[in-house]
T-cell receptor
Framework: DQQVKQNSPSLSVQEGRISILNCDYT??????FLWYKKYPAEGPTFLIS?????DKNEDGRFTVFLNKSAKHLSLHIVPSQPGDSAVYFC?????????FGAGTRLTVKP | DSGVTQTPKHLITATGQRVTLRCSPR?????VYWYQQSLDQGLQFLIQ???????AKGNILERFSAQQFPDLHSELNLSSLELGDSALYFC?????????????FGSGTRLTVV
């Protein structure tokens, strides 16, 4: 039962351009949404989050957008840098229960 | 270093065996979560403990069990191992028993069952 889906396994963008990573969810009870970034041989690290009562949250080059009616969220990275190359996991939570998507591998080319 | 310590980093064992994975949460965190990541899969939630008590359960097999000790470290026990149990097992911790503010993950234990 995949309640959180990241339909793009990979994404490649040019340095300096915008990276847009997408995520869909099915459970309308989720009240918090998060993005994690994972480098090889490391655990995921928390990047940015958004509450279900908001539609946008920005932190430096990272912005998360939430469209509750479409059950869709996205992560925008502007401008993209080679160091952003990693696997990005979308997650959604209801209380203590957090569900993760399968991840999108972002490659930023110099 | 995230502050969450997982040992061992790598483990190779045979089918039918039993192993124990250990996790020390970040200082001050009361919640410990266990996740499994199989090849090309997302993180599958297994179980959560908060201050020594089981708080939430995900898709954890009956062959798997966990506990959180008074010093807040946690152990995940995997028994009657099968080839399909080969995966990365992550432990994460947080201050509260909610996921709102994100978790801090350890670097994982890679289990290979041969």
């Amino acid at each position: 039962d995949q309640q959180v889906k990241q339909n793009s396994p990979s994404l490649s963008v040019q340095e300096g351009r915008i990276s847009i990573l997408n995520c869909d969810y099915t459970n309308s009870m989720f009240d918090y949404f998060l993005w994690y970034k994972k480098y090889p041989a490391e655990g995921p690290t928390f990047l940015i989050s958004i509450s279900s009562i908001k539609d946008k949250n920005e932190d430096g080059r990272f912005t998360v957008f939430l469209n509750k009616s479409a059950k869709h969220l996205s992560l925008h990275i502007v401008p993209s840098q080679p160091g952003d190359s990693a696997v990005y996991f979308c997650a959604a939570s209801e209380g203590a229960d957090m569900r993760f998507g399968a991840g999108t591998r972002l490659t930023v080319k110099p | 270093d995230s502050g969450v310590t997982q040992t061992p980093k790598h483990l190779i064992t045979a089918t039918g065996q039993r192993v124990t994975l250990r996790c020390s949460p970040r200082s001050g965190d009361l919640s410990v979560y266990w996740y499994q990541q199989s090849l090309d899969q997302g993180l599958q939630f297994l179980i959560q403990y908060y201050n020594g008590e089981e708080r939430a359960k995900g898709n954890i097999l009956e062959r798997f069990s966990a506990q959180q000790f008074p010093d807040l470290h946690s152990e995940l026990n995997l028994s009657s191992l099968e080839l399909g149990d080969s995966a990365l097992y992550f432990c994460a911790s947080s201050v509260t028993d909610r996921a709102d503010y994100g978790y801090t993950f350890g670097s994982g234990t890679r289990l290979t069952v041969v």
